[in-house]
């Protein structure tokens, strides 16, 4: 019974500028990673071929190393790998594939549709109904075509599309491309693997986003997974599966800290982060200089075992008690100013002075405590 | 702090020990004339605090010529309730020991707790200056330094802070002042002294914006990329187009269809066109007839006119003959006219040479009398002039020779004196009758004579008597008187005389004769400048013009009557009437060449007249006009028809619309050519476009946008941390620096008051402003009209002088406030006070010397006379 690997929207050449340049370097890294595993898992699977659709690359001026480093990570499926390409590598006139083949670095069992056609494959006994992008905006339903298409006898017809499923996505949504929600009963296909959609997300019995490898942005949706798609026979429902390629978990915390025992929560979470987290935390609220340093303290233990950690403290107020400003030897006008510091967090109007004030804030007890820990001259 | 001793050794001019004791505690006051020491015993107490036992910059200390010495100086002073002894040895012999009560310290040890207890620092290296000095260097004026407060008081500042910290208690900071440097510094190490951004800051920036561009750029070109990707496939669809519908072959058809059509309309223009060529032949031929026709009916006209012609001009030559004679008359009239004139003129010509003729010749008379009278004249002086001459030759007498000659005489004289006195004297008286001879001469009667020589003496009938006289000399003599009688014999005779007056009335006829010779010239010359014969020659000359004028008088005619005109009326009158006949002469004629050009003209007239009537008359002129008519008509009809026939084929062409049609076959031609054309260029733009393409898609331009734009944000959120934290600091540094200056103003407090104080004694109801710096600043006094403000700086020296000791007295009443040790020194600090305002700082340094040791060094005791301290000299005998 053949058997599929579906995949899609790997993004390759994508970079992440809410990163630091090297965190951006590793993440981006893992995508053309995850394809490597997915080579892995179809082998392993011994899956008849393996189903990309759409939007491989991220743009079409992708570097020449990229392209290779893509085809490459290929190496670990001999089988068939049938793609098209999506909304943001259509095949226009001029391409990243026509780059790509210029380079002559397409791997000889893949599969490129670079218009819309029926692939068959007579030993696999499947047909492949392709409908790749070949403009930079689509308006009309590329799908349209399948109802038309005749396939050999005997032979499956997969259907592969890229674009958004009318009625069913309310939310965001890459592309305009439109697709009935009953193709593949209109078309009699047996499966119709979808691209654009970067959570794993089934549309029918039939029909499926595979969704993104390896998740790609803070918003859920459950991307990470490749569908090992198995069809016993033709009309037959397929039963999917789905495979964990995703390496790294995106989480987004925001913690408001009102209370001592709030820091402590939020620390003690910190101290869970592990290695595949890529992790953005805002904190909001106040703490006293205490509180402050175990937090920061926290953070940088925890930044340096994640993969990213993004830490925005700019709405947290620094709130020195008494016995902070005691601690610091903070008498006479430095007292004072401290305590002005600490009241204009509140007060000002403008939230960039409130920032501001609680920096200096910061700067100062900072300055105070070292000096304390030195044991610097009165 | 009090001293109580100061002793100096080997210390300039104090070789052998020099000690002050028994100082009071308030003032003290030390006199001495320059030169005595006052200074040397301030500069060895600012030793023994300020510089290092160690130090070699301190040779001025050495006494003079002695290098070898160690100076030395002690101080005993006392501070609260313990007693202090200091002993600095320097150079040769290097040692600092220093006891506080029971305590002992030495060397830099001692140095060290002597800083800390005073309020100074030592120099890293070399001598200690004026920034090291603190509080001392504040309360002990220098000489001449006691107006320049602003240096003391900024070298004192931080120790006076630290002072009046600690006296003001728990509004200052005990950190306060390292923690603002730090801040300060870290706040500096982003930002300028103006707020701009430097450093790592403004290289945040300058990395953020050099990003950005390259972003943006790339974001153009990706644009451009994807525009051109864009326009490919948009030119690839056309090209493919193209290729499937050939456009140029339809409109290539159409074109041909079109030139066939035009080809068959363009023959039916050709025979339009030969019929429109005849039509114009024809017309011309009706020119030419038409032509003819005229031709005759002019000559005809031309006849009459002809007529007309000659008829005029006969009348004219009629009139002009009049004219004519009119003219000669007149000029006959003016002919006589001229004649008449002419001969007036030659009368009055001939009287008026008669009169100048007459004229010339009396004139030559007169001339010629005059003349004859100057020759006579200067002949007679001639002849005189010549006979003057001969005087003068026949008297010649040289000058010499007359000289000559009466000199001799004069010896003659001389020597026959001589020779009488010499001579043998002869006295001799006769008988009647009777006589000797004396040589030759024949004596008789009485008489004597001189015998200067051998005589004679014949007696006759007796004999003969030889008188030879005596004397030597008077042969001499006589032979002296010889020759020179013979010389002047021979000289008058060369002269021709024969005595000397002979020669002297020569010689004075010559020089007369000279005299009146020059006159003669004289005269001679006035007659006659040019000489005698110029003279004859112009008689001569004079003689000849009156002849001849005197001949040509009578050839002339005898005088007219009536008598003559004037001359010039004459030639005017004869100039006018020539004038009037030329004019007559000339209209005369022009009136006959008038005439005869016009009975050319009217014979000429006549001439073309008659030949036109020949030829109006003949014959062959009538049956040649009627030809010409007939002519006319046949060509007339054939004209009409082929007018008719052309406007038919007109018609069709016009119908046909060649015009537009050509235009088609132009258009459909462009079009073809233009379609063709422009497939061609497409598919060489595709090959362009498709290899510029491929070598930007090469450069993965929007990975590599992808990348930057990671670097941007990342350096986006940098710069926001850096600008973060400069505005954090500068808000530090404003509130920090905010709260000190505060602070200070509140220590300023007790210092004003302190100086207000002694301000009055000197100023009443003056104030003093004192700056933040501790400085004084803006000084208001009453004046006679008011307050009046000046700065302390714009004071004069006095001024700032007393101003710069009653500052320094407050900062010491602050300073003892908060329990530190005041010593008060002043060298020479009041020079340029006035009698007057010494007496007012008397009051003040006496009042301050209730509280505060001070040891005043002057060379004027006088202004401290009442200053309540008994002055102590100085002098390095004692």
């Known amino acids: ?378 | 702090m009090r001293l109580t001793k100061i002793k100096l050794e080997h210390v300039r001019q104090f070789r052998a020990p020099f000690e002050l004791a028994n100082l009071s505690s308030g003032l003290n006051l030390f006199t001495g004339p320059n030169e005595a020491g006052k200074s040397t015993v301030v500069r060895a107490i600012r030793a023994a605090f300020f510089e290092r036992y160690k130090t070699t910059s301190v040779d001025d200390l050495l006494p003079w010529g002695d290098s070898s010495a160690t100076p030395t100086v002690e101080l005993d002073f006392e501070m609260g309730s313990q007693a202090f002894h200091l002993r600095k040895c320097f150079l040769n012999k290097k040692r600092c020991e220093l006891k506080a009560g029971d305590k002992q310290f030495d060397g830099e040890d001692a140095e060290q707790y002597l800083a800390d207890l005073l309020g100074f620092e030592f120099a890293g290296k070399g001598s200690s200056k004026p920034e090291h000095w603190g509080i001392p260097g504040l309360l002990w004026i220098e000489q001449g330094a006691g107006q320049d407060i602003a240096d003391s008081v900024g070298n004192a500042t931080e120790h006076l802070r630290k002072v009046l910290d600690q006296s003001v208690g728990e509004v200052a900071s005990t950190q306060g002042d390292a923690v603002i440097t730090k801040i300060h510094n870290e706040r500096d190490a982003l930002l300028t002294s103006t707020g701009r951004p430097r450093a790592v800051y403004v290289e945040a920036i300058t990395e953020r914006d050099a990003l950005r561009v390259r972003v943006a750029e790339l974001g153009d070109r990706i644009a451009t990329y994807q525009a051109q990707v864009d326009q490919l496939g948009k030119l690839r669809d056309e090209d493919l187009t193209d290729q499937q519908t050939k456009p140029w072959e339809s409109l290539r058809a159409q074109q041909a269809e079109a030139e066939q059509r035009l080809a068959a309309i363009e023959t039916l223009k050709g025979h339009l066109n030969a019929d429109e060529l005849a039509f114009a032949q024809l017309k011309d031929k009706q020119k030419l007839i038409a032509e003819q026709l005229q031709a005759f009916d002019a000559q005809e006209r031309d006849l009459k006119k002809r007529e007309l012609a000659f008829e005029e001009a006969q009348s004219v030559a009629v009139a002009q003959k009049g004219v004519c004679e009119i003219r000669d008359a007149a000029r006959l009239a003016a002919e006589t006219e001229y004649e008449l004139a002419t001969e007036s003129l030659a009368i009055s010509r001939q009287e008026d040479l008669r009169a100048d003729l007459t004229r010339s010749a009396k004139q030559a008379q007169s001339r010629v009398a005059t003349l004859s009278d100057t020759l006579a004249k200067a002949e007679a002086e001639q002849g005189n002039l010549l006979g003057l001459q001969k005087a003068i030759r026949d008297s010649q007498i040289e000058k010499t020779e007359i000289e000559s000659l009466r000199d001799q005489q004069t010896k003659l004289s001389e020597i026959k004196i001589r020779r009488e006195v010499a001579a043998t004297r002869l006295r001799f008286n006769l008988l009647p009758g009777q006589s000797v001879a004396l040589n030759e001469e024949v004596l008789s009667g009485v008489g004597d004579r001189l015998v200067s020589s051998d005589t004679t003496v014949r007696i006759a009938g007796i004999g003969e008597l030889q008188i030879t006289p005596g004397g030597t000399d008077l042969a001499e003599l006589a032979r002296e008187a010889g020759e020179l009688f013979a010389s002047h014999q021979a000289l008058l005779a060369r002269i021709g005389v024969t005595t000397l007056t002979e020669a002297e009335a020569r010689y004075v006829l010559n020089q007369q004769s000279r005299s009146d010779l020059k006159h003669c010239e004289k005269t001679l010359a006035s007659l006659g400048p040019d000489g005698m014969d110029v003279l004859r020659a112009e008689l001569d000359e004079q003689k000849a013009l009156h002849e001849d004028a005197t001949n040509k008088l009578d050839l002339l005619p005898p005088c007219p009557d009536p008598p003559a005109m004037a001359l010039k009326q004459a030639v005017t009158q004869q100039t006018e009437a020539k004038v009037a006949l030329e004019t007559a002469t000339s209209a005369a004629g022009d009136a006959k060449i008038a005439l005869a050009t016009v009975q050319t003209q009217s014979e000429g007239s006549e001439r073309e007249r008659d030949a036109l009537l020949g030829l109006v008359s003949a014959p062959e002129r009538k049956s040649k006009q009627a030809d010409v008519n007939q002519n006319a008509l046949t060509t007339k009809a054939e004209r009409d028809a082929l007018e008719v026939r052309i406007q038919a084929r007109k018609e069709e062409v016009d119908a046909a619309r060649p015009d537009i049609l050509a235009q088609d076959v132009e258009r459909f031609k462009r079009s073809g050519d233009q379609s063709e054309r422009l497939f061609r260029e497409r598919q060489t733009s595709i090959t362009v476009l498709k290899s510029k393409l491929e070598e930007a898609g090469a450069q993965g331009l929007e990975e590599n946008r992808a990348e930057l734009s990671v670097k941007l944000d990342s350096a986006e959120r940098r710069l926001a941390e850096v600008k973060l934290r400069a505005d954090a600091l500068d808000l530090l540094v404003d509130l920090l620096d905010g709260k000190r200056a505060a602070m200070t103003k509140r220590l300023q407090a007790p210092l004003q008051k302190h100086i207000q104080r002694y301000l009055q004694l000197l100023f009443p109801k003056a104030t003093l402003d004192i700056g933040e710096d501790l400085v004084p600043g803006l000084l208001t006094r009453i004046g006679g009209r008011g307050p009046v403000s000046g700065q302390f700086a714009e004071m004069s020296f006095g001024a700032r002088e007393q101003m710069g000791v009653i500052s320094r007295l407050a900062y010491a009443d602050l300073l003892k406030e908060g329990g530190r040790p005041t010593l008060i020194i002043m060298d020479d600090a009041l020079v340029h006070s006035d009698p007057q305002r010494l007496q007012q700082m008397q009051r003040v340094v006496f009042d301050a010397s209730q509280r505060h040791q001070i040891l005043v060094f002057t060379c004027h005791p006088e202004n401290w006379r009442s200053a309540g301290a008994d002055p102590v000299a100085i002098s390095a005998a004692g």
């Open chain 1, 1 to 378: 019974m053949p058997s599929f690997l579906h995949t899609a929207d790997w993004q390759i050449g994508r970079q992440y500028s809410q990163f630091s340049p090297e965190d951006s370097s590793s993440i981006s890294e893992a995508r053309i990673e995850a394809v490597a595993t997915i080579a892995r898992l179809a082998a392993e699977n011994a899956v008849d071929a393996v189903l990309v659709a759409g939007d491989v690359f991220d743009t079409q001026t992708v570097a020449e190393r990229t392209i290779r480093k893509l085809f490459n990570a290929m190496q670990g499926f001999t089988g068939p790998w049938i793609m098209i390409p999506g909304n943001h590598d259509a095949a226009l006139t001029e391409s990243v594939w026509t780059q790509a083949q210029r380079l002559g670095a397409l791997p000889s069992n893949l599969h490129l549709a670079l218009t819309g056609k029926v692939i068959e494959f007579p030993e696999l006994k499947f047909a492949a109904l392709c409908a790749p992008l070949t403009q930079r905006h689509t308006y009309n339903d590329l799908t349209a075509a399948f109802d038309d298409w005749e396939t050999s006898a005997g032979m499956l017809r997969i259907g592969l599309a890229h674009g958004s499923v009318q009625g069913i996505l309310a939310e965001e949504i890459d592309s305009t491309n439109p697709i009935a929600p009953d193709r593949a009963h209109t078309a009699r296909l047996d499966y119709l693997a979808l691209g654009d959609w970067h959570g794993c997300k089934q549309v029918d019995a039939r029909t499926w986003y595979s969704g993104t490898p390896e998740q790609d942005r803070f918003k859920g949706n459950e991307p990470g997974y490749a569908l090992l798609v198995q069809i016993d026979a033709p009309s037959t429902v397929p039963a999917v599966t789905r495979l964990q390629t995703g390496r790294f978990i995106w989480q987004e915390w925001a913690h408001h800290l009102t209370i001592a025992s709030d820091a402590d929560q939020l620390v003690a979470r910190l101290e869970a982060v592990e290695g595949k987290d890529i992790l953005k935390v805002t904190l909001t609220g106040q703490t006293d200089l205490s509180g402050q340093q175990k937090i920061v303290e926290a953070i940088n233990r925890a930044h340096a075992r994640a993969r990213s950690l993004e830490c925005d403290q700019a709405g947290l107020r620094l709130m020195p008690t008494a016995d902070d400003i005691a601690a610091l030897k903070a008498d006479g006008y430095l007292g004072e100013v401290i305590a002005e510091l600490r009241d204009r967090q509140g007060e000002s109007a403008n939230p960039e002075s409130r920032d501001v004030a609680t920096h200096a804030l910061g700067l100062l007890t900072t300055l105070l405590a070292e000096r304390q820990r030195a044991g610097a001259p009165v």
